[in-house]
């Protein structure tokens, strides 16, 4: 169980670059949310990753879409719309 | 116009490759939007329509033709979201439709070259009466391509509620009216 805590808050030192802009409204957001910085900019990377997964994703449907509806004529994209044709039966 | 966020929605079969082929950019980046927020929920009866029509479409056709279509059919059944299989509950208040309106509301598909039997006609119809039934149970708006269908279940729930409890109205929204 411990071992499993461990695990999911397991962290990283690292050493950025970042604009100075966005470092600075990060640490006025950082003192406003009596916060470290590390905390504030883990929170707008977990949610930009959160973003960029559903834009993947979103990408990865319409891909399949196309390839599952590609290269069919009207009347064949209706026959995948369950509208059949008599003459397609026999 | 309806807004992606106010998801998820049931899509009908052809709703479903009417947003995925659409030529018209606003449909699509609707489309898009929607599937970055929520899986695509469509009935099983969906599925069966859709590879039905794979299925006949490959068994006309011979050689290379045929692995287009299989790796058409790959695609899509690799593509689905969420699939809601036809329950009891389903059954039961798609039972209801089908006995409030027995006979499709529009005629039979008809052009000079493709006709289609009053037999499928009636087939469709019932597909339809599922895949209405669904929305009602799921409570989820149903985004659809064919309002002379879908309409008149929804009329049909109206006029008689006390068959439906805690269900309805039928919640329904057209392709074209989404942007």
New interface residues.
Partial sequence: MKQKSQTASRKRRTTLTLPVDALGQAERIARAKHVNLSVVVAEALASFLQVEK??E??AQ??R?????????SA???????????????R | MIHPAWGPFLFD??AE?WL??TPLAPAQEW??RY???FP?HISAVTVL??T???A??WR?ESGERRG?IE???I??L??L?QVWPVDTTIAVVAAEIMALAPQPPTPA?RSH?????RQ?RL??WR?DTMIAATALVTRMPLVHNNAGDFEAIRSAVEIDPARFPGLGPLELARCGGLV
Avoid: N, W
Avoid at chain 1, 75 to 89: H, N, S, Y
């Fill in positions: 559903a834009r994703h979103s449907v319409l399949g879409y196309r390839e599952a509806f590609q290269g069919f009347e064949e994209m209706m026959i995948l719309d369950g509208i059949i044709p008599e003459t397609r039966k | 079969t052809s490759s995925a082929r489309f898009r599937t970055e927020l695509v329509e859709r039905r029509g794979y006949l479409l006309s287009q790796s058409a059919r695609a899509y690799s593509t979201g598909k070259k493709f006709s289609e039997s499928e087939t469709r597909c």
